[in-house]
């Protein structure tokens, strides 16, 4: 079982900075964690992915302004996310797939909001 706790939520202005991070407890070897956003009315999307050996994804709406990465030997994934906008207002979940099972694990979430 995996636990995912997230921090790093909070209010910030339009061009603001925020970074979140994410904690893995019981977390295994291989993996691909990820931060998924849900804004209000709107599906959950994904935002940026980053594999143990450090390959990342993004969505195009974020890419230049976000930047994923992870530390393997603690078992932690950050978000740092500059340049947000209010479009980016949204809760975010920390994701967890373990490679070779799939099993999937989310975070609470924790919220972001962009507005002056």
């Known amino acids: 079982q995996v636990q995912l706790v997230e921090s790093g939520g909070g209010l910030v202005q339009p061009g603001g900075s925020l970074r979140l991070s994410c904690a893995a407890s019981g977390s295994s070897s291989t993996n691909t964690m990820a931060w998924y956003r849900q804004a209000a009315g709107k599906r959950r999307e994904l935002v940026a992915a980053i594999t143990t050996g450090g390959s990342t994804n993004y969505a195009d709406s974020v890419k230049g302004r976000f930047t994923v990465s992870r530390d393997n030997a603690k078992n932690t994934v950050h978000l740092q996310m500059n340049n947000l906008k209010p479009d980016d207002t949204a809760v975010y979940y920390c994701?967890?797939?373990?490679?070779?099972?799939?099993?999937?694990?989310w975070g609470k979430g924790t919220l972001v909001t962009v507005s002056s």
């Open positions: 994701y967890y797939k373990h490679t070779t099972s799939n099993v999937v694990y």
